[in-house]
């Protein structure tokens, strides 16, 4: 099995600590290890280094190098720039098909989420793989804990083979009543992101589901054979549609399956999100470097500052050298709007 591993994205809704030239998957936000080490430390004990591949804008190119200095550059695909995850996958996956044999199995998943059980994570694996041999692309879908409005879900059928169940169809995400109606039925699972499946089997797919990002890959592939890995490839690839891999391939295919995990694991879409996974005082304060609070609770607090709160409640407060964003954690999605407005007014010294 190889892993192909997506780390283009620019990471809006952690501005102002994620920018465009530091997106959100290079960031430090758990310790002294970027998400992006930490999605590697985590197929590490399945997957050799040597078989592990990342997919990123050519922008994010030396930073790859640098936060990952042992991985061999040649494992590094670049997209010209970002389109979205069905131009993503079918890039690589023609790089792939230069390298690997056809049928070699294939884990896709992006670079800024959080697992914290990896022996469950691998163990999931191994369905995984050999439903994939079987010509199936597989997709994992997470046991709700809660009703999440964020996320988008799978809906199960029957099960095909042990612990894998039939696809029957993806939601995008639900209000707060459809999110409790899928949690009671228990046959919904969130949409994780990650994929399993051949090379061949993708490749199949995208000829038949979507021809014209088929046939753009060919011909970079063309360009590929004949003037080499690093000929500039941009003036093809911006005819790709910008389509997500769901609604392009999975929400069409035949012969797909989901294996429901139950790991503890999170998108980390927002600053909202990124607290609820950091362990605060005993009121649910949390202070990257010190502070106090009074009469205050569940706030979110990164700065470098001594940070005093007094009566204010479901805060994040995250300070940079040139911004600061405070808002209430349950509009933290909201930051992305932040960021279009300062593109809007062409603010690209805090983008």
């Keep these: 099995m190889i892993a192909l591993i997506m780390a283009g994205g620019v990471g809006t809704r952690f ?30 004990p399945r997957f050799s280094l040597s078989d592990i591949y990342i997919v990123t804008a050519s922008s994010q190119v030396e930073l790859i190098k640098q936060q990952l200095p ?38 896709v998943l992006p670079a800024d989420h959080i697992i914290r ?36 879900y799978i809906e199960a059928g029957e099960e095909i083979a042990p612990g ?9 995400k639900p209000d707060k009543q459809t999110a409790e109606q899928f949690l009671e039925k228990g046959t919904y699972f969130w949409n994780s992101g990650m994929f399993c499946w051949s090379l061949e089997s993708i490749s199949t797919a995208f000829e038949t589901l979507l021809p014209d990002v088929y046939s753009l890959t060919k011909e970079i592939s063309k360009v590929w054979q004949s003037e080499g890995l690093n ?19 999975m929400e069409r295919a035949d012969f797909r399956g989901v294996i429901p995990v139950s790991y503890h694991w999170s998108d980390v879409g927002s600053w909202k999100s990124l607290a609820d996974l950091t362990t605060g005082d005993a009121d649910n304060n949390y202070f990257s470097t010190s502070g106090k609070a009074i009469s205050a609770q569940n706030n979110y607090v990164v700065t470098d500052k001594f940070t005093a709160l007094i009566g204010v409640n479901n805060l994040c407060l995250i300070e940079t ?30 983008l």
């Design 321 to 350: 050298e040139d911004a600061i964003l405070l808002c209430n954690k349950d509009l933290a999605e909201e930051v992305k709007k932040i960021v279009e407005y300062l593109e809007q007014q062409n603010r690209q010294d805090l």
């Design 231 to 249: 000929k500039d490839i941009a003036s093809i690839y911006a005819k790709m549609p910008r389509i997500p891999i769901d609604i392009g391939i």
């Design 70 to 107: 042992q991985l061999p550059w040649q494992n590094i695909i670049i997209e010209p720039f970002g389109m979205n995850t069905a131009p993503c996958i079918a890039l690589s996956v023609e790089y792939l098909k230069n390298i690997y044999r056809h049928k070699e199995t294939m884990l």
């Design 117 to 152: 059980e990896q022996d469950k994570f691998l163990a999931a694996l191994n369905p995984a793989e050999r439903e994939a041999e079987k010509g199936y692309l597989i997709t994992f879908g997470i046991v709700p804990i809660y009703p999440a409005t964020g996320y988008g």
């Design 164 to 172: 894998v169940r039939k696809v029957l169809h993806f939601k995008e």
């Design 15 to 44: 501005w102002p600590l994620s920018r465009k030239n530091f997106p959100k998957q290079f960031l430090r936000v758990f310790g002294d290890r970027s998400l992006l080490q930490m999605t590697v430390e985590r197929l590490l």
